[in-house]
């Protein structure tokens, strides 16, 4: 069973895009194609438009040309630059700050999702990552 670090404990539904409405955009970043292709395939079952990245530094420039992501869902340990350090440009970011960002990680070390979450982290997913936590975050985070 997949460990939360934050939130309401359960499972919760993802509450469907309203009719005829775009679906809400989400960044999906991992350097991990197996991660990426999980994640985007819980995300997509659920009515979300994904858009999956391999590195923090290309989420910084699609983040730099796309002004209509919802969220970011951010693997923590990645070459170049970790999720952490992309969370903390992300809210750095006059721009970019209003963009929830969680972290994901297949390590429980709890001083790196406090420090996660102290600096801006919605919140903080252990690996494997199941559709019920993604449901219980989103529904809890967006609108």
């Known amino acids: ?19 005829g409405a775009a679906p809400l955009h989400v960044l999906a970043v991992d350097d991990s194609s197996v991660d990426r292709a999980v994640i985007s ?18 989420a ?17 340990w990645m070459p170049e630059m970790t999720g952490y350090e992309l969370l903390k440009k992300v809210k750095e970011s006059s721009k970019l700050k209003q963009i929830p960002v969680v972290i994901m990680s297949s390590e429980n070390v709890p001083t790196r999702i406090s420090r996660c979450l102290e600096e801006g982290a919605e919140d903080f997913l252990v690996k494997p990552v199941r559709r019920s936590d993604v449901s219980r975050v989103f529904n809890r985070v967006l609108p």
């Open 60 to 76: 910084l420039e699609l983040l730099g040309s796309e002004n209509n992501v919802s969220m970011i869902i951010t693997d923590y």
């Open 1 to 19: 069973m997949s460990s939360v670090a934050r939130g309401v404990v359960g499972a919760a539904a993802v509450v469907p895009v309203g009719g």
């Open 41 to 58: 395939g819980i995300l997509r079952s659920t009515r979300f438009r994904v858009t999956a990245v391999d590195s923090g530094k290309r």
